[in-house]
Structures are given as structure tokens and as C-alpha cells.
């Protein structure tokens, strides 16, 4: 199993381009979210989604969309990028059990310089 | 999700158990106590969770004390590569973001 995978791994985009990050995982989980980190910063979520074609926002959604067609991918959009969104970003799957707690798992991240 | 309070910093020599201290005083009956990592400029990694009882993986102990206010996570024998921020969380089940801190970063010296 490759477990949670990014693309691309590194980018630099001008002031008002647009980009899709994708992230995928093999491992046939339901749940997955996108974090960004920022320097002397925990992880701040972005967006999730518990399930194909189902996507809910997080703390700092602005800027950014979300799709989730597939169960297996989760895409992240920026439409008009801006310096702020300069970024790492992380993106994270998770399973549960009815009952249970789940376990995310992350994946290498992206980094995005944004100029 | 309940807050967490970790020192910022810790070192411990090669070799040694590493302890790394987590409060956590307004903790609910139902939420859980994770830890993940996170080496440099890598995705975090899960390392362990508990709810009550102490817990033990391949990686590492978790120790929750009786009223469930603080842990520690127990990496018995430090190794460069266990140099890290380390990120203790708690949170419900069922899915959940997960809310990371500053976490702990410790550093591992030979």
C-alpha cells in the first residue's frame, strides 16, 4: 500500500493563478481532510469530506474548494492564489468504526510558495 | 475538543527513555488521548492513542493517569531518529479533525 499520496510535492505559482492539489489513498477510507501548516504553526484544517461527493469546511476555508468524486481522491483548489496561501499543505485519511475513535494518516505534504 | 498543554521543548540523550508530559484537566468521559509526530518537514505520524488504560505499541507507552488530566508518552530508547515535534491531542471518536497544538519538540543528543 502507498498509503496517503500528494501531487506535486513542491510549487511556486504567481499572484492569481490557479491550482489543484491532489491527494489520494489506498487504503479504502471514508473520511479525509486537508491541513495547512504554517511556520511555528500546528496544522489548521482546511476543508474535510466523510464520504464521495460529501465536502464540509474547516477552520480556514477561504480561498479554497474542495471535491471529493472519488472515494479514493481528494482534490484541493485555489482559484486565485495569494501570498497568505503560501503554505504547507497536508492532506490526511481516516476510517471508524461505529463506536470506535479513528486514526488519520497523513500524507508527505506540498509545499506551495505563493509570489 | 479539550485543550492540551505541552512544554515547548525537551532534550534526552541517546539511548534514554524519553518523557514527554501532556495536561489535559479539561478532558471529557468520551474523548480520546492521541500522539502523533512530526519530523522535519515530514507529514505528522500517529503514534499511539488511549482513552483510560495505559497503551502500548511497537513504538512507544502511553500512560494516562486515573483522572484522566494529564499523560505521558514513554519512548523507551531514544534514538536520533526519534528527534521530532510531538503533538499530543485529544479528541472525540467517529471522524473528527484533528486539532494540533505547538506540541513538544524534542530533541534527541547523542
Known amino acids: 500500500n502507498a498509503g496517503v499520496t500528494q501531487t506535486p510535492k513542491f510549487r511556486v505559482l504567481k499572484t492569481g493563478q490557479s491550482m489543484t492539489l491532489l491527494c489520494a489513498q489506498d487504503m479504502n477510507h471514508e473520511y479525509m481532510y486537508w491541513y495547512r501548516q504554517d511556520p511555528g504553526m500546528g496544522l489548521r484544517l482546511i476543508h474535510y469530506?466523510?464520504?464521495?461527493?460529501?465536502?464540509a469546511k474547516g477552520e480556514v476555508p477561504d480561498g479554497y474548494n474542495v471535491s471529493r468524486l472519488k472515494k479514493q481522491n481528494f482534490l484541493l483548489g485555489l482559484e486565485s492564489a495569494a501570498p497568505s496561501q503560501t503554505s504547507v499543505y497536508f492532506c490526511?485519511?481516516?476510517?471508524?468504526?461505529?463506536?470506535?475513535?479513528?486514526?488519520?494518516?497523513f500524507g508527505p505534504g506540498t509545499r506551495l510558495t505563493v509570489l | 475538543d479539550a485543550k492540551t498543554t505541552q512544554p515547548p521543548s525537551m532534550d534526552c540523550a541517546e539511548g534514554r527513555a524519553a518523557n514527554l508530559p501532556c495536561n489535559h484537566s479539561?478532558?471529557?468521559?468520551?474523548?480520546?488521548v492521541y500522539w502523533y509526530r512530526q519530523i522535519h518537514s515530514q507529514g505528522p505520524q500517529y503514534i499511539i492513542h488511549g482513552l483510560k488504560n495505559n497503551e502500548t505499541n511497537e513504538m512507544a507507552s502511553l500512560i494516562i493517569t486515573e483522572d484522566r488530566k494529564s499523560s505521558t508518552l514513554i519512548l523507551p530508547h531514544a534514538t536520533l531518529r526519534d528527534t521530532a515535534v510531538y503533538y499530543c491531542?485529544?479528541?472525540?471518536?467517529?471522524?473528527?479533525?484533528?486539532?494540533f497544538g505547538t506540541g513538544t519538540k524534542l530533541q534527541v543528543i547523542p
Open positions: 469530506s466523510v464520504g464521495e461527493g460529501t465536502t
Open positions: 491531542i485529544v479528541r472525540l471518536g467517529g471522524y473528527q479533525k484533528v486539532t
Open positions: 490526511a485519511s481516516s476510517y471508524s468504526v461505529t463506536g470506535m475513535t479513528d486514526t488519520q494518516y
Open positions: 479539561t478532558i471529557s468521559g468520551n474523548e480520546y
